[in-house]
């Protein structure tokens, strides 16, 4: 058979072939169209889709479902967010951090809940207290850093009613003042690096448990009596940095059974301590003074607690202006006091530090670092005999 005639007879099984093809062509991609469709609309349990809730991203971690949110740009495109269909409503953090254009945490957000929510180097203005109250039963740690909230956009009224908020983190933002707080679950508030210029007193008197409290670096130039009453909860009290030049007598007053473990006052403006300005409890890890310009300490400032159970004590006096030691206001701060620090103080080294001189056992608190007098010589290497001699 010649090739013309064997192409010219194949040629209807060619177009059955072709016409094949075709069906199975447009088959398939009629299936892969449903199954992308059916993928597209399938949720991605516990989190929504991907596409619902972009540029935010769901991620299922040990502790539970996290929405991390660092690539929203505007309130609208976080507000829009939270439209979409959570499978899940309970999440265990809301991350934002770094991200541009957001400046209201508001009513729309409240579609989910949250443990914990983090912001932080954004330049959020408000938190609406809709925001907090939707949340008022799930929010264990509010930590909301370097932004643009103040006084005015941060709903502290609301505090009370966050009935398992533990942790309120507030550093870096312009907060100027602090309106009474109240609370019978918050253990540690953090209000350093913002611009606090007083302190009202009273203020923290409502958050019963609080175990720490941290205002380092604001500008509060005065502590007034009863500024500060201290719970049986606290242990760590900081107020360092925070432009203090006056410390009035009962500013920080000490309840029943204290057990607070270090006290922060060092890098301040204080140059005299009155009688009754500083209460020691038996408890007391860590007296901080230092970077201070303290020039005078009158008898009694240091109200030393008495008992059987005296912790460890480290007094820091280092970096001021002190230069003499009266027997009757450091010798009771000794004796209470494992060792205490006394670097770069101009002391004179007189008769008012023969007491110390020659006692050996107290001579051993000084601290390592070998205090100088304002002459050069190092205390340590003074001669009790001279001072038995002639004091």
Not at 21 to 49: G, I, W
Not at 103 to 125: E, Q
Not at 204 to 212: D, E, H, P, S
Request: aromatic letters at 8%; glycine letters at 4%.
């Amino acid at each position: 058979m010649k090739i013309n005639e064997i192409v010219k007879e194949m040629k209807p099984l060619y177009h059955i072939i072709l016409i094949s093809a075709c069906l199975l062509s447009a088959a398939s991609s009629q299936y892969f169209a449903e199954s992308t469709e059916d993928n597209h609309q399938e949720k991605n349990f516990p989190c929504p889709n991907a596409y619902e809730i972009t540029p935010c991203v769901c991620l299922e971690e040990i502790k539970g479902l996290v929405l991390n949110c660092d690539s929203v740009t505007s309130d609208q495109q976080l507000s829009a967010v939270f439209q979409a269909d959570f499978p899940v409503k309970d999440f265990y953090m809301l991350e934002i951090i770094g991200a541009t254009g957001i400046s209201t945490l508001g009513v729309d957000l409240t579609s989910v809940t949250f443990k914990n929510l983090i912001v932080a180097n954004t330049p959020l203005l408000i938190v609406g207290e809709y925001f907090l109250r939707a949340n008022a039963d799930t929010l264990e740690v509010i930590d909301i850093s370097n932004t643009d909230v103040n006084q005015d956009s941060f709903s502290f009224y609301d505090i009370q009613l966050l009935t398992k908020l533990v942790t309120l983190d507030l550093e870096l933002n312009r907060f100027s003042f602090i309106i009474p707080l109240i609370s019978d679950t918050l253990e540690s508030l953090d209000l350093s690096n913002n611009d606090i210029t007083s302190i009202s007193p009273g203020t923290f008197n409502g958050t019963t448990v609080l175990q720490r409290l941290d205002l380092y670096d604001n500008d509060i130039p005065e502590l007034l009596p009863n500024t500060f009453f201290v719970p049986p909860s606290m242990t760590d009290l900081s107020l360092s940095s925070t432009g203090i030049r006056t410390v009035h007598p009962g500013a920080i007053v000490l309840g029943e059974n204290t057990n607070l473990l270090t006290l922060s006052l060092d890098y301040n403006a204080i140059t005299q301590l009155l009688p009754g300005t500083i209460v020691i409890p038996s408890t007391l890890n860590y007296l901080r003074l230092n970077g201070n310009l303290i020039n005078t300490i009158y008898p009694g400032a240091f109200v030393i607690s008495k008992g059987t159970q005296l912790s460890y004590l480290v007094t820091y006096l280092s970096g001021n202006e002190l230069t003499a030691l009266d027997q009757e206001v450091f010798e009771p701060l000794f004796i209470r006091s494992s060792f205490v620090d006394l670097n770069y103080n101009p002391l004179t080294c007189g008769c008012d530090i023969a007491w110390l001189v020659t006692n050996t056992s107290l001579m051993a608190k000084v601290v390592d670092n070998d205090p100088m007098c304002a002459d050069g010589t190092v205390v340590h290497t003074l001669d009790p005999s001279t001072y038995e001699l002639y004091c």
